[in-house]
């Protein structure tokens, strides 16, 4: 099946630091990726739709300046946290969908936590 | 914008029984519907999904059935094992490809 891959699963920074998370499609294309925000207990919330080859788009409430992302090739997604502080610590999962089928299936990576001190 | 709600928050049934989770949703232009069962510091994985134009689906224990008229949709796990024991979530596509969550359901099995 298709495999979406996250890397770091787990990073710790300082506060004020940058932090780069990658979500890559390992055995698929994929024009849109998805990037959520999971709190403790709670449910993913979309944060923004990464477009391969134009500029993402964000939901309403996330910083655009804050949450930096770029797809710059069709199985490859990043997500930076610029200048991170405490607030942003949070478990963040990407998305992909298949772009040689018409399914609408989502494939999720296995999620990166971000700990900021 | 599309809203989910999903019920009940928590769940516990005897191993063998039988558990449904229950979602409504608000934009009558969403069109798939998929149930994703998410372990602890894991990603979601796809469980059954379901599109507008069907009104039920069945994947050996695992059932969804959808009423477009009522807005709601409804997961459905027989015979439930161990193993069945994550928090379950279900979601909507209103547009351009984007999932609405509902809050998630910590679903116990007790053996």
């Known amino acids: 099946g298709a495999v979406v891959s996250q890397h770091p699963s787990r990073v710790i920074c300082k506060s004020g630091t940058s932090v780069k998370i990658e979500c890559r499609s390992l055995d698929f294309q994929a024009t849109t990726m998805f990037w959520y925000r999971q709190f403790p207990k709670k449910s993913l919330m979309l944060m923004a739709t990464s477009n391969e080859g134009s500029k993402a788009t964000y939901e309403q409430g996330v910083e655009k300046d804050k949450f930096l992302i770029n797809h710059a090739s069709l199985t490859l997604s990043t997500l930076t946290v610029t200048s991170a502080h405490p607030e942003d610590s949070s478990f963040y999962i990407c998305?992909?969908?298949?772009?040689?089928?018409?399914?609408?299936?989502?494939?999720f990576g296995p999620g990166t936590r971000l700990t900021v001190l | 914008g599309e809203n989910v709600e999903q019920h009940p928050s928590t769940l516990s049934v005897q191993e063998g029984d039988s558990a449904v989770i229950k979602c409504t949703y608000s934009?009558?232009?969403?069109?798939?519907f998929p149930w994703y069962k998410q372990e602890l510091g894991k990603g979601p994985q796809l469980i059954i999904d379901?599109?507008?134009?069907?009104g039920e689906k069945k994947d050996q224990r695992i059932a969804v059935t959808l009423n477009k008229t009522a807005k709601h949709f409804s997961l459905h796990i027989t015979e439930t094992q161990p193993e069945d024991s994550a928090v379950y979530f279900c979601?909507?596509?209103?547009?351009?490809?984007?999932?609405?969550f509902g809050q998630g359901t910590r679903l116990t099995i007790n053996p």
């Open positions: 379901i599109r507008s134009n069907v």
């Open positions: 998305s992909a969908r298949d772009m040689g089928t018409a399914s609408d299936e989502q494939f």
């Open positions: 979601a909507a596509t209103p547009a351009a490809q984007k999932l609405v």
């Open positions: 934009d009558s232009a969403s069109n798939y």
